[in-house]
């Protein structure tokens, strides 16, 4: 009697404790079906997001394309032909690429060398007005909004060259001595204080290094058009629509 009910107990500890290896066992796998079936619909959800988008980009670029040729259409039952309208698109495409003087509101920034005393062990270097730290206003000005930029003078493109040449620098191949002038049109206050409001590069150089740096806003700035002549291409090619 007592070695059947010692079997029962062995034959009831051994059925409990491999259920609940079991219920252990089908847990993890739920949990493992669910994570991959939620990884597989974020999937298929981020694939559908960008097929979206991609419809979306293609809707605009159609619709401008068919602005376009409405434009031809109408200037040729008015005048007969296309001409005026091809000109107005050249000039408007050299307005944008820095090819025609250009006016508006704005800020003017003057950048001369420090000129306080530094101390024995200072560098020198630091307390002097550098390529680098116009090129730092100006993409300071870019990221602000400016629309239009001239450094001394000197319209700056996407090509232009902002590079250290002794006590002067040299853009657009032209070298210019101290003081930097920085002219840049857009909203006069967001550029105001993209170049002096504390925390940025002009505060610092300012701040840290006594850089003359002063800024004026003006309601009405002119920059010149970049005049050095087009520009060529030895590896940039441009790519054909539909390509």
Known sequence: MKKKTKQNIILFLMSFILGILLIVNINQDADKYREVSLKSVQMIRNEIGNYEKEISDLSKFIEEKNKEIQKYETSIKEEGNIIEVIKDE????????????????????TISDSESDFEYGENISDFLVHDIDVQRLVNDLKIAGAEAISVSGQRVLSTSEIECNGPTIKINDR????????????????LNAAVSAPGTYGFKLKDIYGIRIKSNISNFLYIPKYNKGYISFRYAKPVKEGE
């Open 175 to 190: 070298t210019y001595p101290i003081p930097f002038v920085i002219k840049a049109i857009g909203d006069p206050k967001v």
């Open 90 to 109: 050249i000039e408007d495409i050299k307005f944008i690429a820095g090819f025609k003087d250009t006016q508006g509101p704005g800020i003017i920034v």
